[in-house]
């Protein structure tokens, strides 16, 4: 008798957290954050249009379905079973309660009260010191985005960690790291310049190890807060 | 500190990231004053591809030394100028990656992936020129035909618009240019039956703003010099970069060749505006004049050069002019003011015309064309220029031109049909000799040289040249000390002494200069760069 490929493997939360990011970087731009965006699937609950086990959902990934849009994919059973494995921790932390905030309410608090566009740009307005969340309502689930207004310091992207250089003339200068090598360092500090050091002329430098990025806990209200992330889930990119 | 106190600090700094590095159009227009920078596609609005910084000289050129590369991820020729804005030099990876280095070191900030459509179909390669920017946004046109403005610091798309469709053979490879608020493209295709266009878009939105066909419609004056519906599949396409004179508020744009190429048999008369010089209003995109330099064209005489505008005296008088050397052999000296023709020669062997009439229309040969036996013609099909940039040095006086000469093809001519996102030309021309292909040792001279001829601009008359074996896509850098930098297929990089053309330093790229050289400056020091093979080069010297 065949082992179901999905029940050979059991998948701890370093794997989850691989699945999360295959989905976000293969899957998402069709299935939404919450996979639920393709008309009869609902990737988080189970709900499939052709297929009824793991298995076979494992081989729709890797295969694709021709003749649609779902184009195969180079990855192995393990890999296509951590997306799953993320999938279903998905649904079981459950979808927010449902957005009943004002979008444009949250985008007025975004520019104004939050401060946010003081470090976050969204569709060219806005500074470029921290993520750009112009689509982060479709790369983002709701859940995800209220835990990064609340607890910052939760989940940082590589890509977004703040990177701190000291000169050897004393100088401090903080921003976004965007290429490094053995030799020098490339920065977007704070205030959005480009820029780009030999590491003979630092005397200091590496990531910090906190998120620069305050807690909203207690700046805004719930209904607040509610404004906001119905805002940037409306955020879905060019 | 506090996070209160951080967000403040931030909140400043978002203010002053603000004002930081705009490169507002009145940095643009007076571009010649920060020769640190290389702002628009040709150096300045004028195209005179001519840098005033002086710390590279005749005397120590020789110690230029290699500062870094950058190798492209793509095999095809890196066309592409460079823009360097305060210290970031921005360039395009074949075909449509958007690359941001620190011109200092050639160290990465940022790279703009973009995967054109599979429909794209440029006939002569996946290749682009280069960006235009505005303010804190480049500019890049693709070649499945869209325009994408992108964000400078993050490398982010701001706006991404179809210009035209890529399945009809429509694209975009030159770099575009910023008018105001407007940013100006043209489409190429030429070689599948387009209907060329110039048009322009608004830098915030990407809007269309306005569109001036390079054929005229039906109705439009113009259109008669199409016989039927042939106006309808004429190409004239556009794929170098125009110029733009602000006191005249005129633009300037090079238009390619009619369509089908090499068989003129269905589309009688001059075919306007291919093969032409047209001068636009930048603000409404209407015709101000036009000047053809090849009437009904055959040959494929792209006449897709750099207008190079320059302010000289001409017969004891002030004037504004136009310096053109073109693809059909003939160089061109016009009023920009007016379109007028003032003089012309050639400055290569041409057989397909006995010379220029008194308003500038060639006298044509009977019989040099195309045929179903095939018919030699000079130049051949790549022309005695092409898109290469020229270079006017304001210092010499000399008119620099990247030349191929004693260089001919056999034009054969069939019968063609359009149908949509095919070519349309009416067969290909073909070498006078088998070409030798790779093995050097068997170049024939038949196949013609390549050069760097400087001319007299006002009479057209040679001053020097200098004769390479092999020929050249390479455009032309001048300096304020009086050097020229170029070069050519066989993968050197040199400097000539741009009075004498005297060879003064040479280096081996490693592959053929395939672009225009630019000069820039970061703290005080001056480099030059160009793109060789698959590869950015960028020198300086040794300190």
Redesign the interface.
């Given at each position: 008798m065949a082992i179901p490929l999905a029940a050979q493997h059991s998948y701890g939360p370093a794997d989850i957290e691989d699945g999360g990011k295959l989905f976000r970087a293969n899957c998402v731009s069709c299935h939404g954050p919450e996979g639920a965006l393709v008309e009869g699937v609902d990737l988080g609950h189970g709900k499939f249009r052709r297929a009824s086990t793991e298995d076979e959902v494992i081989r729709i990934i890797q295969d694709g379905i021709p003749g649609t849009a779902m184009p195969p994919h180079n990855f192995t059973d393990f890999q296509a079973g951590t997306i799953l494995a993320y999938l279903r921790s998905v649904a079981s932390i459950g979808r927010t309660a449902a957005l009943n905030g004002d979008a444009a309410r949250g985008k007025a608090i975004f520019e104004g009260k939050g401060?946010c566009?003081?470090?976050h740009?969204v569709y060219?307005v806005?500074?470029?010191?921290g993520p750009?969340l112009?689509d982060i309502g479709a790369l983002r689930r709701v859940a995800e985005i209220e835990v990064s207004i609340l607890d910052p310091n939760a989940e940082v992207l590589p890509q977004n960690r703040y990177y701190r250089v000291t000169t050897k003339s004393g100088e401090t200068i903080t921003g976004r790291l965007?290429?490094e090598?053995s030799f020098?360092v490339?920065l977007?500090?704070?205030?959005?310049?480009?820029l780009?050091f030999?590491r003979t002329d630092l005397r200091a430098a590496g990531f910090l190890s906190e998120s620069?990025m305050?807690s909203y806990r207690d700046k805004l209200s719930k209904a607040e807060r509610d404004d906001l992330v119905t805002y940037l889930v409306s955020l879905k990119g060019? | 500190m506090t996070q209160r106190a951080l967000s403040i600090l931030w909140l400043a700094g978002f203010v002053a990231g603000a004002l930081w590095g705009q490169v507002s159009f009145d940095r643009i227009l007076a571009a010649g004053n920060e020769p640190q920078n290389w702002l628009t596609y040709s150096g300045t609005t004028m195209s005179q591809r001519y840098t005033t910084l002086t710390q590279i000289t005749p005397e120590n050129v020789k110690n230029l030394e290699l500062q870094w590369m950058f190798q492209a991820r793509s095999l095809e020729k890196y066309e592409a100028t460079p823009l360097v804005v305060d210290g970031i030099l921005y360039t395009v990876q074949a075909p449509n990656n958007v690359v941001a280095l620190d011109a200092v070191t050639g160290r990465v900030f940022w790279t703009y992936p973009y995967v054109p459509a599979r429909a794209a179909r440029p006939c002569c390669g996946q290749v682009n020129r280069g960006l235009a920017i505005l303010g804190d946004t480049l500019f890049m046109g693709t070649i499945d035909a869209h325009l994408i403005a992108l964000d400078a610091k993050s490398g982010k798309p701001i706006w991404n618009v179809e210009v035209a469709k890529a399945a009809a053979g429509y694209a975009l490879t030159h770099a575009p240019l910023v008018v105001k608020d407007k940013v100006i493209v043209g489409t190429a295709g030429g070689e599948y039956g387009i209907r060329g266009f110039i048009a322009a878009y608004d830098v915030k939105t990407g809007k269309e703003a306005w569109r001036f066909y390079t054929i005229p419609g039906k109705g439009e004056r113009g259109n008669d010099t199409w016989k039927g519906d042939s106006w309808q599949h004429g190409g004239a396409s556009v794929w170098v970069t125009g110029s733009y004179d602000p006191a005249l508020n005129l633009t300037y744009w090079g238009i390619g060749n009619p369509g089908p190429d090499w068989n003129g048999d269905e589309r009688d008369g001059d075919n306007l505006y291919s093969d032409c010089v047209v001068a636009l209003d930048p603000d409404t995109g209407k015709l101000k004049w036009y000047f053809q330099f090849t009437p009904h064209d055959t040959l494929d005489y792209d006449s897709v050069q750099v207008p190079v505008l320059a302010d000289m005296q001409w017969q004891g008088q002030p004037r504004k002019v136009m310096l053109w050397a073109n693809r059909n052999g003939f160089y061109y000296v016009l009023d920009r003011t007016t379109g007028q023709f003032l003089t012309g020669k050639p400055f290569s062997t041409v057989t397909w015309a006995k010379g220029l009439d008194e308003a500038g229309r060639p006298m044509k040969v009977n019989g040099k064309e195309p045929t179903v036996e095939g018919q030699q013609v000079y130049p051949g099909v790549q022309g005695a220029t092409n898109w290469y940039s020229p270079s006017y040095s304001p210092r010499t006086g000399l008119f620099y031109i990247p030349v191929w000469d004693k260089y001919s093809s056999i034009f054969v001519k069939v019968p063609t049909d359009y149908t949509e996102g095919r070519r349309y030309v009416g067969t290909s021309p073909r070498s006078v000799v088998g070409l030798a292909g790779a093995a050097v040792n068997q170049r024939k001279e038949d196949e013609g040289y390549g050069a760097v001829r400087a001319i007299d601009p006002k009479t057209g008359e040679q001053k020097w040249e200098f004769k390479m074996l092999d020929v050249t896509d390479a455009g032309i850098l001048t300096t304020a000390t009086d050097l020229l930098f170029s070069g050519g297929r066989e993968g050197y990089f040199y400097a000539l002494d741009g009075r004498s053309g005297e060879l003064l330093w040479k280096a081996n790229v490693g592959g053929g200069v395939s672009s225009g050289p630019i000069s820039f400056a970061v703290n005080g020091r001056q480099y030059i760069s160009v793109t060789a093979g698959s590869s950015l080069l960028v020198y300086a010297l040794k300190q």
């Open positions: 401060g566009a003081g470090c740009r060219g806005g500074s470029r010191v750009d112009s965007l290429n090598d020098s490339q977007l500090d704070t205030k959005e310049r480009l780009s030999q620069q305050p060019f | -």
